[in-house]
């Protein structure tokens, strides 16, 4: 059962899921694209292996699981909680003839239906940030990966160099919500989008988050100058679920 917070951002992402490839290739000038393919990378070694199994969290329309698919060999699976997005998800597959190995599933990203240890490699893009709780979040994540199991976070993060922060934050206050809503018809879902972002733990404070989660060999590393970051680390293998 989803708290009342949980329940409006599902209803927000299902709202604006047949314009959200669109406006997040359109927004970022098809940079998301380059992230992704270097969030799948990180993984290299779980998908290169056909008995693996990988889960993308909170995977949406699946863009990142198409890459991991492109990337491997391994299978997959993408958990999302919006049933709009996971629609459209099963069409980008089924273009893909990517159905074989890749299954989508339904399911609140806090309480997985999954037992423990049951996968090598997991990512998240631009997923954890809309988690009602981001520490619970990441240990449902550990919960579910194997011992030795990688974790690859792809999400918005601080930009590094202070002019480049500023002409940012100008662009994401006001520029990117105007064209979200005249996109998508759904002004208050990009006006989230800047809060949420606002509000999200900067690239050392993840990292620490993570560690505290449980984390081992945790790092990141920055893309297009900060805007967002990518994290990683392994569960540890001495650690009990």
Known sequence: MLSPQASQIRQMFSAIAPRYDLLNH????????????QAASLLADPLEDRQALCLDLCCGTGDLLVEMA?????????????????????????KRSLERRVALLEADAL???????????????????????????LGEMRRVLKPEGRIVVLEFSRPTLPLFSR??????????????????????????????????????RLCQ???????AGVSFRNLTGGIAALHWGVKDGTSTP
């Open 111 to 137: 309480r997985l239906p999954f037992p423990a240890n049951t996968f090598d490699g997991l990512a998240v893009a631009f997923g954890l940030r809309n988690l009602e709780n981001w520490g619970e979040g």
């Open 209 to 215: 988050l993570m560690k505290e989660a449980g984390f």
């Open 26 to 37: 359109l927004l970022s000038l098809n940079v998301d694209r380059s992230w992704r393919r």
């Open 167 to 204: 002409l940012f934050q100008l662009y994401f206050l006001w520029i990117l919500p105007t064209i979200g809503k005249g996109v998508s018809g759904h002004g208050s879902a990009y006006r989230y989008l800047h809060d949420s972002v606002q509000e999200f733990p900067d690239q050392a």
């Open 70 to 94: 492109r990337q491997g060999r391994a299978r997959i699976v993408g958990s999302d909680f919006s049933h709009p997005m996971l629609k459209l998800g099963l069409e980008k597959l089924a």
